[in-house]
């Protein structure tokens, strides 16, 4: 009786000192990826690398005071405990991973910071650094890391390493932290899982360094633009992003690499295992394909009659490169694309609110729940033409449920809303109201696509405080998908 009472008020109450101390492993795990920065600054003579020192000392010792001193009674975690720390993960990330940017030698301030790292580790690709070429090797590198790291998700690179956290607490991080609508677990364990999909990624990742170091690219930054094209991420070494190298070769070859990140990582891997056989059976990944495609159409028309064509180039690798960069929220610029009419502006917003597959690396919607729509929308119809029609709806051969269906719709409202709250937001402190919707979109979906003074020489260092913590905010929510963050508003969630 006295063992089920244990287990009952653990499982009744939040387990904040398991949380705690799961906190503390990622700090230890966060402080090993900056040693890496601090390595390339001692190698380039930069004086970042004493930033990089301090922050490694302080995230370690602190990631081994709540390791080691934190004795907590039960090391199960329940469903909230799993919410809580998914959501809370990422923001003491980012608090550790701003650090380096506060004591360098291109200091930005705590709000500047904050917003950098979340953009980061959420992947968006947004920034406050007007001119990074300023910036030290070290950051550089950190900036491209962090968006690496935050691809897959940060809880996913813990369970790979913490067998311990392998029960049925790791299950609702996973799919906390997962994208889309349905998850597929690819191991009979989630750490087998996160270790799969982890080599997947980290093997596509050597392949792009290996391809991009081929072309007008040093191996530094052929590094740093692979690590940032893979997440889908989108910071550049360059002020002008990928149109500072000029090369149709570097644009093709990341083109390929960021459609792959649009591409569920399981789907992948499945698709290796059966030799591809079925993957084009897959009707999301058939949609991404005529999505991007329908776009292209669109946007080549539109540079053609406002007659922006100035060569074959200007209506090929440019505009498909654009597109692939918008849809799946990496933000990579290779051009002045804005210079190719409102329509065009038009169809990003579209591109961004749609966003790639589920299981990706990629922010947006996702395709996964538009397809549900447009195919709910067509049974509504054939409804009202035969009432009697009896009909599930799938997406991949798995049928849409009841409570699924109207989590869809709920996720679909909510997106909406706060793109709709960040631009009314950033209105009302007197920004243009294209550039402040354009933001807030680009937030929100984890984009970092810059349009008007956020365009590709722009940055967002124009936002004061108050606009920069709450586009961070955007960015987290639009990364965990949502639910996960509005779940910690409730009240209910914090009863026992």
């Not at 930069?46 to 001193?69: C, Q």
């Not at 311990?164 to 597929?184: K, Q, R, V």
């Not at 009909?391 to 109207?406: A, F, W």
């Not at 020489?457 to 709450?470: A, H, K, R």
């Amino acid at each position: 009786m006295m063992v089920q009472h244990t287990k009952s008020s653990v499982s009744g109450g939040i387990n904040f000192k398991m949380i705690l101390r799961i906190l503390g492993q990622l700090l230890m795990v966060e402080s090993a990826f900056m040693v890496f920065p601090l390595v390339v600054s001692i190698y380039n003579h930069e004086s970042d690398w004493k930033a990089f020192t301090i922050t490694i000392v302080l995230t370690f010792v602190t990631g081994v005071l709540l390791n080691f001193r934190i004795k907590p009674q039960s090391k199960k975690i329940y469903r909230r405990d799993g919410l809580l720390l998914a959501s809370v993960a990422w923001v003491v990330f980012s608090i550790f991973g701003m650090l380096p940017l506060l004591l360098c030698s291109t200091p930005l301030n705590v709000s500047e910071g904050f917003f950098e790292a979340m953009s980061g580790f959420t992947t968006t690709g947004a920034t406050v650094i007007r001119d990074v070429e300023s910036c030290s090797h070290g950051i550089l590198l950190w900036r491209a890391l962090t968006q690496w790291v935050g691809g897959l998700g940060i809880i996913l690179f813990t369970l790979t390493f913490i067998p311990a956290l392998n029960n049925s607490g790791s299950l609702i991080m996973f799919h906390a932290e997962a994208t889309g609508i349905t998850h597929d677990k690819l191991g009979a364990r989630i750490s087998r899982t996160a270790k799969i999909l982890w080599g997947l990624y980290s093997a596509i990742t050597v392949v792009l360094i290996v391809l991009l170091w081929l072309g007008p690219m040093s191996f530094f930054e052929s590094l740093c633009q692979s690590f940032t094209a893979i997440s889908t991420g989108g910071f550049s070494t360059r002020n002008d992003s990928i149109a500072a190298f000029n090369s149709p070769y570097i644009k093709m070859v990341l083109m390929i690499f960021m459609f792959v990140g649009g591409v569920s990582f399981s789907l992948i891997l499945s698709a290796m295992k059966r030799r591809g056989k079925e993957m084009w059976r897959n009707d999301v990944l058939r949609a991404y394909v005529l999505m991007i495609l329908l776009f292209y159409v669109g946007v080549v028309i539109s540079i053609v009659m406002g007659g922006h064509y100035t060569g074959l180039q200007s209506v090929t690798v440019d505009p498909l490169f654009h597109i692939v960069s918008a849809v799946t929220s990496t933000g990579f610029s290779a051009g002045d694309w804005e210079g190719w009419g409102f329509f065009v502006l038009t169809l990003t917003f579209l591109m961004m609110y749609i966003g790639a597959c589920a299981g990706s690396t990629t922010g947006g919607a996702k395709l996964d729940r538009i397809l549900y729509l447009l195919k709910n929308f067509a049974m509504v119809v054939k409804r009202y033409i035969r009432p009697r029609l009896m009909r599930s709806i799938s997406v991949n051969d798995q049928i849409i449920d009841n409570e699924k269906q109207g989590e869809i719709i709920g996720f679909i409202a909510i997106y909406t809303i706060l793109i709709v709250f960040g631009g009314l937001v950033l209105v009302a402190q007197g920004f243009p109201i294209v550039d402040a919707f354009f933001s807030s979109f680009s937030c929100v979906s984890n984009n970092g696509l810059g349009a008007g003074v956020t365009g590709i020489t722009g940055s967002y260092d124009f936002l004061p405080s108050s606009g920069l913590w709450i586009m961070s905010f955007l960015m987290l929510a639009g990364r965990l998908e949502i639910i996960t963050i509005i779940a910690l508003f409730v009240p209910s969630f914090w009863r026992r």
